[in-house]
């Protein structure tokens, strides 16, 4: 049972807008700051969203990052085949104290 | 290029010992660098980090069996695995974070462990 919580799954049409949830408390996005990784099977992850918000270069702007209380959240517009993969949140969990993930979101372009 | 390079995985008997090590190109160990599994069929778990000042963290799940280290002379990242269990097989990416504000930005393709009698 993860920490941060994430929808195990999410769908949509090329074109259309997901957007993923993570759910937390006090001690962790309500606190610090989220990040978010795409991950690919085989592959390593890579960082998608830093500080709630901001793209590392070379991250499309179709990805966007933000942050509500205890929550964070990731949209994807104009989705993509190439954007099937498994997506997680991380935050700094001051009670642990250390980093955790959330449990994944695997997205599905239909 | 920057590079991390994991080695030292491998099968290994319950209750066993393995050290992993991620040698790191054009990326200095001495950043904060953290160790992360996937399981089987599982989603990513963070493991254990060691902050540039030196202060190390670990998952509960690791807690006083694992030990991070690292030798900023051989620019090399270590994570030392004491009293294996089934539940430790995994792949362990390990992953450095190139900036204070942009967590584990860097990583390595991951080395497996299979603990198995």
């Known amino acids: 049972q993860s920490v941060l919580t994430q929808p195990p799954s999410a769908s949509g049409t090329p074109g259309q807008r997901v957007t993923i949830s993570c759910s937390g408390s006090?001690?962790?996005?309500?606190?610090?700051?989220v990040y978010w990784y795409q991950h690919l099977p085989g592959t390593a992850p890579k960082l998608l969203i830093y500080?709630?918000?901001q793209r590392p270069s070379g991250v499309p702007d179709r990805f966007s990052g933000s942050k509500s209380g205890t929550s964070g959240f990731l949209a994807i517009s104009g989705l993509r085949s190439e954007d099937e993969a498994d997506y997680y949140c991380l935050a700094w969990d001051d009670s642990l104290p250390g980093r955790v993930f959330g449990g994944g979101t695997k997205v599905t372009v239909l | 290029e920057v590079q991390l390079v994991e080695s030292g995985g491998g099968l290994i008997q319950p209750g066993g010992s393995l050290r992993l090590s991620c040698a790191a190109s054009e990326f200095s160990v001495s950043s904060t660098m953290s160790w992360v599994r996937q399981a089987p069929g599982k989603g990513l778990e963070w493991v254990s980090l060691?902050?540039?000042?030196?202060?190390?963290y670990y998952a509960d799940s690791v807690e006083g069996r694992f030990t991070i280290s690292r030798d900023n002379s051989k620019n090399t990242l270590y994570l030392q695995m004491n009293s294996l269990r089934a539940e430790d097989t995994a792949v362990y990416f390990c992953?450095?974070?190139?900036?204070?504000?942009?967590?584990?930005?860097?990583w390595g393709q991951g080395t497996t462990v299979t603990v198995s009698s």
């Open positions: 992953a450095g974070d190139s900036s204070g504000n942009r967590p584990m930005d860097v």
């Open positions: 060691v902050f540039s000042r030196g202060s190390t």
């Open positions: 500080t709630n918000d």
């Open positions: 006090t001690s962790n996005i309500g606190d610090n700051s």
